[in-house]
DNA sequence: TTGCGTGCAAAGGTTTTGCATGGCA
DNA sequence: TGCCATGCAAAACCTTTGCACGCAA
């Protein structure tokens, strides 16, 4: 059983609301000093672990520090079925579904003999956005 | 200038010899101990972590914990142009190198406007030998 | 001899845990 | 009323840092 908890709405939502950005621990804790019934650093830690084994949330290597960052997953349930973007300069997940790269993990399988988790892998590179601000 | 020590040498000799695999920090020091001039923790990390900006060695996060394992990288020079597997099961590192994926990376840079740093990204999912050892 | 590398211990951060209290169902 | 969740503090853990000494060049 599990109870519905104020510490643990405010979590989900401020991940959900923020949801192109990922977060350490820390920074949660921060953003949400400022609300009525504001959650603890411990329990911060025991909420996301708790949405990453859901599936709500996901989890990445931190860019330098040697913590991890939390982000939203849009698509919690079918994220076995596509690839995921992470964009290394402003940290955007993009939730890639795309027939051509169906194919590729076929091809991987049949040619490299290896079975691809797409759940769990990340692509890593730069969106968009960030080249466009590069190059000006 | 950097001097030639037992101390680097031993770890590299180990990482390499145990190619395949990864460890952590501590495992690399557990695994040396026995040896004559074994490093300690201290060196171990700042060993490594010359290994991994040389490029002779690449860092992963760790399956379950909150630590980091390192793992011998063959070919460190050109590791900027293919992708990379990881065995989620026994833990090996595939250097895929294949002309048909080259086409991914066009193809996700022009139709998904993203750039891939296939340096950085890590493709997890199981290789041919764990699949092998499920089936029977 | 020079100065980089090492080892030890201490410090810094992050994450986990124990225990009493609070609050959902 | 049960019992899960929370908060605080302490502990555990990984990694980094300071400093004196050792050793490669």
Redesign the interface.
């Known amino acids: 059983m599990e109870y519905k908890t104020e510490q643990k709405n405010a979590v989900l939502c401020f991940l959900k609301q923020n949801c192109e950005h990922h977060f350490t621990a820390s920074q949660i804790v921060q953003a949400l000093k400022t609300n009525q019934n504001a959650p603890g650093k411990s329990s911060v830690y025991r909420i996301i672990s708790n949405l990453v084994k859901q599936g709500k949330v996901k989890r990445f290597?931190s860019n330098s520090e040697?913590s991890?960052v939390y982000q939203y997953a849009h698509l919690s349930d079918s994220c076995e079925n596509h690839y995921h973007?992470k964009?290394?300069d402003c940290g955007k997940l993009?939730h890639?579904e795309?027939e051509?790269?169906s194919d590729?993990c076929r091809?991987?399988a049949s040619?490299?003999?290896?079975?691809?988790?797409t759940g769990?892998?990340?692509?890593?590179?730069?969106?968009?956005e960030c080249?466009k601000e590069k190059q000006i």
Chains 1, 2 share one sequence.
């Open positions: 290597e040697n991890f973007l964009c290394t993009i890639m795309c051509h790269l590729v091809h991987i040619e490299h003999g290896f079975v691809v988790g769990k892998s990340v692509i890593y590179g730069q969106c968009k080249l």
